[in-house]
C-alpha cells in the first residue's frame, strides 16, 4: 500500500438498548422523527438549547437501533417482516452536523505544543462524552465553553480525524498516523478505536512505505507495552529480514532491536555473510559507542561464513580490521571448524553453541524453493540437494533431499482398520490435513555427529507484497509441528496461503553437530 493511500476503520453503529416497543409503534416514531428533521434545524438556529437538538438527534438514532431490534424480534414471529434500516443517513447527518457547527455546545481549542498553531473545531459535549469519559471529565470542569487541549504536533495533525471517528464511527487511516491516532484513542479511552487502530498495524506490517514504518511501530509498541504488538513487528522483521536490510529502514533501527535480531535463530536471509555486511553498513552509519559495536560482532556467526569469504573480510573489512582482537577467538574456532569434520572437531568443541548453529537462509547451498500448483490436487513429490553442512571440510559434499507433500494426509490411527473377523472399523469423516516429509535419498558415513533439521517457509502475498507467512521446523515430517497449515484453506482460491492459486514454500535444511560423550583430552 501506497504512503498516500488510506484505509478506513469501521465500528458497529448503535447506542444503548432499552426495552423494545412493538415494531410497528417504533417504525412510526422513527417516521415521524424523521419528518420533523428539518424543523429541528431550523428550531436549533432560533435558539432552542443546543443539548435539545443534538439529544434528539441521538434520540433519533436510538429509536431507530431499538426498532430494528423490535423489528427483527418481529422476524422471528412473522417471516414477512422486513427490517428497513437508514441508519447510515442518520451518520451522514451526524457527520454534517460537525462540519458545519449546527448545534455546538463546547468549542475545542488544540494547541500545537511549542508552536502558535491553534485547530478549532466546533463540537457537541453529548456526543463526546458519550464517547469518551476522558472529555466527560475535562467538559465537567471547564469555566466555559471552550475547552483547550494541548497535543504534540504529529496528534494534533490528525485530531479532526479522530473527532470525525468520535461522531460517524469510521475512518480513513495512512500508514504515517496509526502511532498519532493510536495516542489520541488512548489518551482519551477509546477503546474501540485503539483496538482497531492496533489490529490494522498488526496487518499492515507489509505494506510498501518510503521511509518504512515496522521499526517505528516495534519502538512504540515498547514504549506502551504492547507486547502483543511488539512482537508481531519482531517477527516480520526476523522473517523478512533480506528486504529489511535492503531498505532504508535498516539504518533507523535502535541499539537495541540490532542486538535483539542478532541473537535470533529463526532469521530469514540469503547469507551469514549478508547479514555481517548489513550490520556495517549500519554501524558505519549510527557510529554506537564501541562496547554495543563488539556484542554486535561477538553474534555474528562465523561459522556460518565460508572461509574464502572469512579471509577477505580480514584484509579488506575495515570494521573488522579496527575490532579484530575483540573476535579473534571466535575467528580462530570458525577457521578451526571449517579445516576439520564436524565429527573430530566436536571430540574437543563444544559444537552447540550459537556459532554452530545456522539460521534460515535462503542461498541454494541450505535448500531450495518449492512452488506447488493446486496444492489440493494429489500428492506431490520433490527432489533438491544441498551441501553436507556449512564446514569447509564438508563443501564438496553433496546430499539429494526426497520432498512429498500430500495435500490430505490421514494419521495411521485415523484410517480404517479392520476386526479379526475382517469387518472395516469406521474412518474418520474429514478430508485429512495437509503433510510434507523430507528425507535423505540415501543414508551416508558422514552423518555421524550431525542431525538435519527441516524448515518449509510458507510465503505469502499481503498489500500486493510476497512476504512470509508461516515457518515451521521439524526432523522428518511436518506432522511434528502438529499446526502446519492448519489454518489454510487451499480449497479456495483466495485462501491468503496461496499465490496465484499456489503455494509458495521454500524449504531450508541445517545441520546441528552433536557434541560427542567422549574425555576430552
Known sequence: MRQGKANVLHKECGTGSRAAHTGQHTFLRARDKSRHSSEMVRSCEQGIPAWVYVGTLLLLI????????????????????????????LVQRLETLLTMGNGSDVTLRVHTINTDEVKVIQAHSLVLTMQSDVFEELLLSRNNSALVLREPADCAAVFDKFVRYLYCGDISVRLDQAISLHKLASKYRVWGLQQGLTQYMTQHLSSESPTGHVVGWYNYALQIGDMALRDSCLQYLAWNLTSVLQSGEWGAISEDLLLSLLQRSDLILQSELELYEALEAWISQNQPVSATVEIA?????????????????????????????????????????????????????????????????L??????PWVINNPTRDDRSYSFQTQLGPSGHDSSKRVTWNALFSPR??????????????????????????RIIVTPATSSPDFAGVSFQKTVIVMSRQQGKVVVRHVYNFHQSTEEAGDFLVDADLQRRASEYLIDSSLYLHVVIKPLYHTLLVARK
Open 62 to 89: 436510538h429509536s431507530v437501533t431499538v426498532r430494528g431490534a423490535a423489528l427483527k424480534q418481529e422476524t422471528a414471529l412473522d417471516n414477512g417482516a422486513t427490517v428497513l434500516n437508514h441508519s447510515m443517513s
Open 297 to 361: 560482532l561477538k553474534a555474528v556467526r562465523y561459522g556460518m561464513i565460508p572461509p574464502q569469504h572469512l579471509f577477505r573480510l580480514q584484509k579488506q573489512s575495515q570494521l573488522m580490521l579496527k575490532y579484530y582482537e575483540s573476535i579473534r577467538d571466535l575467528l580462530y574456532l570458525a577457521f578451526q571448524f571449517h579445516s576439520a569434520s564436524p565429527i573430530q572437531l566436536a571430540k574437543y568443541f563444544d559444537v552447540n553453541c550459537s556459532i554452530f548453529t545456522p539460521r534460515n537462509y
Open 363 to 368: 542461498s541454494s547451498s541450505w535448500g531450495s
Open 409 to 434: 494426509w490421514l494419521p495411521l490411527s485415523a484410517r480404517s482398520t479392520y476386526t479379526e473377523l475382517g469387518a472395516m472399523q469406521p474412518t474418520r469423516t474429514d478430508g485429512g490435513r495437509p
